[in-house]
């Protein structure tokens, strides 16, 4: 075999072996990638669990009366009207 | 030199380096060999030690519903705070920072302190567990050294108090202290996975096609039957009770009598499940299931509907009152007004106690013991909450006379409300007496419905349907709108109902200050669709059923119809009214 023969043989294991190594370092880098996607996805389910809490947490009408209340709003009529019909009632029937 | 001496010498230094290096490979290939073949399973394994990682992943706890899909209770991720002092550089400093984003109180900051500069701790201390997020952001955000976080569960309950009392409480852990959260553990809990993965120095995560995980299981969503509105009704009625009588306690449960579904179940005092640690640990009693009592005047129409039901007594009878005070066996029993002869219906209505007392006594002691086991009382109803008493029922063996005109007037028997109002709804609903039911169904973290709760029958016609529907419940009608119960009258929906007004005992005899006030209905009467019970323990100002407790049933009742069926009939357009009502019972 001449030297030329041996140097293709080298330079075909050399670009073999770099191609190896690109892979591997893709193979690294995807594994992040997903890894990095995993953990990206668990944070958003676990931020939507947090916002359906914070959602009715604020729609729930203790809430909603407690901050009215300190922005001084009242009690909207078709809300208090039974609670005031019952009590007037009463009231009257005495 | 002699050219073939220098030529051996050359030799021989040529032979010996290559002695030498064959020595040398030899010695390498030897370690080689240990590394590789001897001792290849050591290396192996502290090799994937350092690359190979295992983490477990906790399943999310099941979430608990209300039956109208509101969440009662949640598990998010919180971060909690944790120190390295062996690699704080400015301890001092952080400390003082630290104590002040997380607004530490003095005694808090001087155990922080006393963590932080504790040898034993050098590796990790706690600074703080379970941080509020804007605390959190704040910290990360400085990178100090030294600071970590982790990830730990915390429970959440969206709609504040709301039905505390059954969700019960979650431990630190995540594991279920009480209520449906210690009744219903396993199906809530879930099923702990793990990955397995590759790791880099810095031991980040990389997914490789080596990397192996088996998913936790999330625990079921428990949906109740609980009905978060009608819970509402009842608890703002009860709130209401609470500020109106400042009683020492007060509870009140509301079914559906036709499946046994608990609707509401609400006890005061309460507490905020978010700070369980607040309330004193007597507030987190459910008194609905752990408190049984002298139900009073509530019993006699269970004891007359099974006087009834024996063919003991006709409903056309009439028996005679003895003007208000009656003699019998060395025992004088009393009624609040006296009254002659009263009709069946009237002894109820009236709410006589020598006219129950003689109905008892119609009841062999046998028969009579029978007909209250079969509706339940001193036994356990089976609703699957923890904590559940059985009440107290005179056994056979110690019957006696006064048993027999002691327990048609609510007296020498003790029921919790749970017994009670299923009893009433065995009147409701023509006789059959159910299990109470508070979970409906299971579902899975896809929303697959895994398992569907029915209602369960106890005992079947515990009343026949004459008794119970046509007899019991125009009474009990009567009882609300010419009784002692019309301050439970609601306009344009008929209520049947009953007070009861019970002294409590004091050293072995019956108070006279100390009373349980309740009231027992169900409605609408025609096609009942909610029964009610509520108890006010030792109210301050009255102590009558109708006047304490009643209101509080109308409110419920008022409010909670708009959410059952009877809205779609337009039944629900009624409005309140109550009248009069300060009548003894």
């Known amino acids: ?94 | 030199m002699n050219p073939a001496a220098e030529e051996r010498r050359r030799n021989i230094r040529a032979a010996l380096v290559g002695v030498g290096l064959i020595g040398l490979l030899l010695a390498l290939s030897a370690r080689l060999y240990s590394i590789q073949v001897r001792d290849n399973g050591k290396y192996r394994a502290m090799a994937l030690g350092q690359h190979r990682k295992i983490r477990d992943l906790p399943p999310y706890r099941g979430d608990i519903l209300s039956s109208d899909g509101k969440i009662l209770s949640r598990s998010v991720t919180v971060d909690s705070i944790y120190a390295e002092p062996g690699r704080l550089v400015e301890r001092d400093l952080t400390l003082g920072f630290l104590s002040e984003v997380l607004d530490l109180r003095r005694a808090e900051h001087r155990a922080l302190a006393r963590r932080l500069a504790d040898p034993r701790r050098a590796k990790f201390a706690w600074v703080k567990r379970r941080v509020k997020e804007r605390e959190a952001r704040k910290i990360r955000a400085l990178r100090i050294k030294g600071i970590g976080f982790r990830k730990e569960w915390r429970r959440m309950y969206p709609l504040g108090k709301l039905a505390g009392h059954v969700v019960g409480l979650a431990g630190v852990d995540g594991n279920g202290l009480s209520g449906i959260e210690l009744a219903f553990e396993d199906e809530l809990r879930g099923v702990e996975g793990f990955r397995e993965y590759e790791a880099d120095s810095r031991g980040r995560g990389i997914t490789t096609e080596d990397t192996l995980e088996i998913a936790p299981c999330p625990g079921l969503n428990l949906y109740l039957t609980i009905h978060s509105q009608i819970q509402r009704a009842t608890e703002a009625a009860l709130d209401g009770a609470f500020k109106r009588w400042k009683p020492v306690g007060a509870w009140a449960i509301v079914v559906e009598p036709g499946t046994g579904r608990v609707l509401a179940m609400a006890s005061r005092p309460g507490f905020d499940p978010a700070t369980p640690g607040v309330a004193p640990t007597d507030h987190m009693r459910n008194r609905v299931l752990t408190d049984y009592y002298e139900p009073g005047s509530t019993l006699k129409p269970i004891v007359a509907a099974m006087a009834l039901q024996a063919g003991v007594v006709r409903p056309e009878e009439a028996f005679y009152c003895e003007n208000g005070a009656w003699r019998y066996r060395g025992r004088t029993l009393h009624d609040h007004h006296p009254y002659g002869r009263l009709s069946f219906p009237m002894v109820i209505i009236k709410s006589s106690n020598i006219g129950m007392g003689k109905i008892g006594l119609r009841l062999s002691p046998r028969l009579f013991s029978e007909s209250l086991a079969r509706l339940g009382f001193g036994r356990r109803t089976g609703i699957r909450l923890p904590g559940e008493a059985r009440g107290k029922v005179t056994s056979l063996r110690r019957w006696s006379y006064y048993t027999s005109t002691s327990v048609p007037m609510g007296q020498e028997i003790g029921v919790t409300a749970l017994q009670l109002v299923m009893a009433y709804a065995a009147l409701a609903n023509g006789g059959d007496l159910f299990q109470p039911q508070i979970l409906e169904r299971l579902v899975d973290h896809r929303g697959r419905e895994i398992y569907r709760f029915t209602p369960r029958l106890r005992t079947r016609a515990v009343f026949s349907r004459r008794v119970a529907r046509e007899i019991m419940t125009p009474i009990l009608v009567r009882v609300v709108e010419e009784g002692t119960g019309k301050k439970a009258r609601i306009e344009g929906i008929r209520v049947a109902g009953k007070t009861g007004t019970s002294q409590k005992l004091e050293g072995g005899r019956y108070s006279h200050r100390r009373h349980i006030a309740s009231f027992v209905a169900f409605a609408p009467a025609e096609a009942p669709e909610l029964c009610v019970l509520v108890a006010v323990d030792e109210p301050k100002g009255a102590h009558y059923g109708g006047t304490v407790a009643a209101p509080v049933v109308r409110e419920i009742l008022f409010k909670s119809l708009a959410f059952t069926k009877a809205k779609e009939k337009g039944r629900a357009g009624g409005t309140a009214s109550a009248t009069g009502g300060e009548d003894e019972e």
Do not use: C
């Open chain 1, 1 to 94: 075999m001449k030297l030329s023969h041996y140097l293709i043989l080298l330079a075909a294991a050399i670009i073999f072996g770099l191609a190896a190594v690109y892979q591997r370092v893709e193979v690294v880098r995807t594994g992040y990638g997903i890894t990095d996607l995993l953990r990206e996805r668990a944070r958003l389910r676990e931020t939507k669990r947090k916002l359906e809490v914070y959602r009715l947490r604020e729609e729930n009408p203790e809430t909603l009366l407690r901050r009215a209340k300190r922005f001084g709003i009242e009690l909207p009529e078709n809300l208090a009207a039974p609670l005031a019909r019952s009590r007037s009632v009463r009231r009257d029937s005495r």
